[in-house]
């Protein structure tokens, strides 16, 4: 008997493209909800941006992680971070994050620890989206959750072969997370109202540049679209 075809309301093309949605094999990451991110005296306010943007989507993320909780999806969590020695820093990356306003960047003392540095407090996920113990957090040094760390092979042990993305920065981590896995085979799902950048027209280009050319990096959808699939999966 051949199996039904499931798809998912997406741009420009219905997700994914073969029609193959299953909960087994989609996995939902959440890139990034530190409180270096997302609190004030955390990295993005000290590079002089307002993070009330990132905040705001913080009750939605809240929803499509209890809908992927129920439907029993594999989910991940990222975080950005450096050793504590800035052993995995280039010098080109400490120069650009110092090169704002208040002069501050990675390592140095703000009011939630160390900027952007593992074990201390502004490196750790928000509470409002804290991960359950089986939900594994990748510690990344840079941008993309491939670069330098496991998670494909955590994707390959748990046989996922289509990624569910949401978390900050839409424009950066995001969007070369994104590119990442495109590159490696993976058909990705931006959840773009469960994404934010520190600026609105950031955002806007960066889910614009996924839905180009066809869905050059993947598709993009809306989180009560996708919170509908995920609950019909848990009914």
Known sequence: MQERKQYLHAE???WPHDGSLKPDSTALVVIDMQRDFCEEGGYLSHQGYDISPVRSIIPSIQQLLTAARGAALPIFHTCEGHR??????????LFRSRNNPSGLGIGDQGPLGRLLIRGEAGHDIIPELYPLKNEPVVDKPGK???????FELMLQVKGVKRLIVCGVTTDVCVHTTMREANDR?????LVEDCCAASEAKL?????????????IFGCTAKVQDVVSVLENWRK
């Open 144 to 150: 993309g959750a491939f670069a330098n760390t496991e």
């Open 185 to 189: 085979g993976y058909e990705c799902l």
């Open 12 to 14: 420009p093309y219905a």
């Open 84 to 93: 504590p020695n800035l052993a995995t820093l280039s010098t080109r990356e």
């Open 203 to 215: 955002h806007e280009a960066a889910v614009e540049m996924i839905r180009t050319e066809g869905g």
